[in-house]
C-alpha cells in the first residue's frame, strides 16, 4: 500500500490510504512523509487479532474522535494538509 501511495503521488497529487494500520512497524512504510489521521474508536469486534495487536501512534497529525461528522473531520484534516503543505514549498 506504501509503495502504490509513492506510485500515485509521483504524479504530482495526493494519495490516501485507508485502512488499519495496526502496528508502529507497519506504519513505517509509508516513510516519513506521511499525514497520519489517527481515528480513535473503539476496537472492531469482527477483528479480534488486529485488535490484540494494536498499538496506538504516539504521534499523529490529526486526532478524530466522536462527536463530529465525517464532513467535518474531512475538511479539518483537509486544511492541515495544505497548511502543512505550505510550509515545506517555503
Known sequence: MGKLCDIV???GVYAI???VCPTFETRKAFGAEYFL???DRK????YPDTTRI???PTSFDLLVTEGSSPI???EIAA???LSKQNNYDI
Open 54 to 56: 494494536f498499538q496506538p
Open 9 to 11: 503521488a509521483r504524479s
Open 37 to 39: 489521521i489517527y481515528i
Open 17 to 19: 490510504a485507508d485502512f
Open 43 to 46: 476496537p472492531c469486534r469482527d
Open 79 to 81: 486544511k492541515l494538509i
Open 72 to 74: 467535518v473531520w474531512a
